[in-house]
DNA sequence: GTCTATAGCGGGATAGAC
DNA sequence: GTCTATCCCGCTATAGAC
């Protein structure tokens, strides 16, 4: 992906540096709103700096989207691995899903909204990702109305509107605002099985 | 916001068909990503034309952004007016808020997603138009908690849920998918009223 | 109101020194 | 691995003819 560096210790405080600045500027003002300026410059390096530990701007998101869409899905398969009824591991899945959304709502953001930025191949694997996301979902959720824990008629249109739900958080969540992320995780957790008809 | 032309029919044709071209390539590459030759190519024109409808490319998006804004606004507003309980204006509102952002989700995508394209002024005055479709719908949520209909302890959170799940539509919605927008406007419906505690 | 042509700037990416 | 300096392209917006 990147050239493999000697040193990789201060390497790899400057990439984490890097990302952080991109996750920011992309969260703010979308990938192509974004220059390279913002990106190396918020990472106090020069531009020609950045193309020492990324190929391109693109590259860049890539690396975002992709380690984020893998941290997402351990989350889920963590909660769904987590043992006990349909029910209680969707709570958990959704708590889990939820919290992640709101704390992590700038990188939530970047990786969810600025798919269009990524190129055709990168594009491809990101999505594979988040195919299986939603697979163990909706799994999950055919697994609660097999048990007749949760009253579903449609589950991939349900695993679809729990998925908007949380999704959705990264474009309104705001530090500041009435709610923190554990609070929303909670409340929304309930929400989560309010739609799956298992009202706990 | 324009100059006021001498050939009113003849200019708004052309304006509705930069209109549409713009609302295409903003929701496919997003505001920065397109240029205004894909905005004034998709209109057959060329980009000198442009300027005499519109002062700035920014100024397109406000447009399109704003006339959305109002749409969605006085759709809320006429299903909220349409009398009956509570429960059965949520339904009928959400029915529509819901077809809304399936069969015009290009325009959805854009109007929800491309907020950060507008300048500062624009900006706050769509802002304002959205708090006021936001306080609609809380207003609706408290009365049916008032009539003891729904069953919801918090309702700037429910109306938030409920609000996500209709403008996600436009993120994941695509023509020639399982469901057409009447057919999700129904399913949702239900699951509004489900996240409002009054399974109907 | 539309065109062709172009000004003028800001963007991504690179060269070459240290 | 980082810098300064710069290339070169594509973008927004304008000039001026029709």
Redesign the pocket.
């Known amino acids: 992906m990147s050239?493999?560096?000697?040193?990789?210790g201060?390497?790899d405080?400057?990439r984490a540096r890097l990302l952080d600045a991109a996750v920011t500027t992309f969260a703010e003002r979308g990938f192509?709103g974004?220059?390279?300026?913002?990106?190396?410059g918020g990472a106090?390096?020069?531009?020609?700096?950045?193309?020492?530990?990324?190929?391109?701007?693109?590259?860049v998101l890539y690396q975002i989207s992709r380690d984020g869409h893998e941290e997402t899905l351990a989350l889920v398969r963590a909660a769904i691995a987590s043992g006990g009824t349909p029910g209680e591991r969707l709570e958990r899945l959704f708590r889990d899903f939820t919290r992640y959304h709101a704390q992590a709502h700038t990188t939530a953001r970047v990786i969810n909204y600025e798919l269009a930025g990524l190129e055709a191949s990168h594009r491809a694997q990101v999505h594979a990702i988040r195919r299986r996301i939603e697979a163990e979902v909706q799994d999950l959720v055919r697994q609660g109305v097999a048990t007749g824990e949760f009253d579903v008629t449609e589950p991939a249109l349900t695993t679809t509107a729990l998925l908007s739900l949380g999704i959705d958080i990264a474009r309104w969540y705001r530090e500041g605002g009435n709610w923190t992320p554990d609070e929303l995780a909670e409340r929304y957790a309930k929400l989560a099985l309010r739609l799956v008809g298992a009202s706990g």
């Open positions: 050239p493999r560096p000697k040193n990789p201060r390497t405080a400057t192509h974004s220059t390279i300026r913002d990106i190396a106090g390096l020069s531009t020609a700096a950045l193309y020492v530990h990324y190929r391109t701007k693109e590259e």
